[in-house]
T-cell receptor
Framework: AQSVTQLGSHVSVSEGALVLLRCNYSSSVPPYLFWYVQYPNQGLQLLLK??????LVKGINGFEAEFKKSETSFHLTKPSAHMSDAAEYFC?????????????FGAGTRLFVKA | EAQVTQNPRYLITVTGKKLTVTCSQNMNHEYMSWYRQDPGLGLRQIYYSMNVEVTDKGDVPEGYKVSRKEKRNFPLILESPSPNQTSLYFC????????????FGPGTRLTVL
């Protein structure tokens, strides 16, 4: 069975500092991988995704993530945090065997950005 | 505007009173899904549908029903709600082909007393 682990339910960084949100997954086959962001009182929106091809993927708002098969990781980074990045971030995996439609989400990491 | 809509956005009800949360998308997506979000647990998939009349269970289907009679609509039905179904519910849709990005609705906050 697939699972997703996000290390750290809360992460706090200073404005301008590096953002690193960790995601590890378990899957018997290479999955599709996603990061979504949720701003307060809103639904989720896609930050970036990995399905096939280049393992370093770039998303919106300056975020990027690298798929490392050997480490079963898909960590999210941003070189310089901005106040507007404060939100909750979810890592998700889906099973290509179901056409990519059965999706497992991590528990989420809330990012705080200090001025 | 391309969007997923949910109604109602907020609902307070009592144990055992049947309710339906509607979900509609205007993007002609084949795939739709329901999730519940609880603190510390992230989003858990309740049911998903790969097309009209095709549905399957997610990880937490107990106590819920769905139907997919039209491509655009995917209602979530709670036949006999219980307090442990108090949660924030999200509907999502995705095209069958392409990158599998899911588009989420704004959420429905349900409280069962």
């Amino acid at each position: 069975a697939q699972s997703v682990t996000q290390l750290g339910s809360h992460v706090s960084v200073s404005e301008g500092a590096l953002v690193l949100l960790r995601c590890n997954y378990s899957s018997s086959v290479p999955p599709y991988l996603f990061w979504y962001v949720q701003y307060p009182n809103q639904g989720l929106q896609l930050l970036l995704k990995y399905t096939t091809g280049a393992t370093l993927v770039k998303g919106i708002n300056g975020f990027e993530a690298e798929f490392k098969k050997s480490e079963t990781s898909f960590h999210l980074t941003k070189p310089s945090a901005h106040m507007s990045d404060a939100a909750e971030y979810f890592c998700a995996v889906s099973d290509p065997g179901t056409g990519g439609f059965k999706t497992i989400f991590g528990a989420g990491t809330r990012l705080f950005v200090k001025a | 505007e391309a969007q997923v809509t949910q109604n109602p956005r907020y609902l307070i009800t009592v144990t055992g009173k049947k309710l339906t949360v509607t979900c509609s998308q205007n993007m002609n997506h084949e795939y739709m899904s329901w999730y519940r979000q609880d603190p510390g647990l992230g989003l858990r998939q309740i049911y998903y549908s790969m097309n009209v009349e095709v549905t399957d269970k997610g990880d937490v289907p107990e106590g819920y029903k769905v139907s997919r009679k039209e491509k655009r609509n995917f209602p979530l039905i709670l036949e006999s709600p219980s307090p442990n179904q108090t949660s924030l519910y999200f509907c999502a849709s995705s095209p069958r082909t392409g990158e599998r990005e899911q588009f989420f609705g704004p959420g429905t906050r349900l409280t069962v007393l």
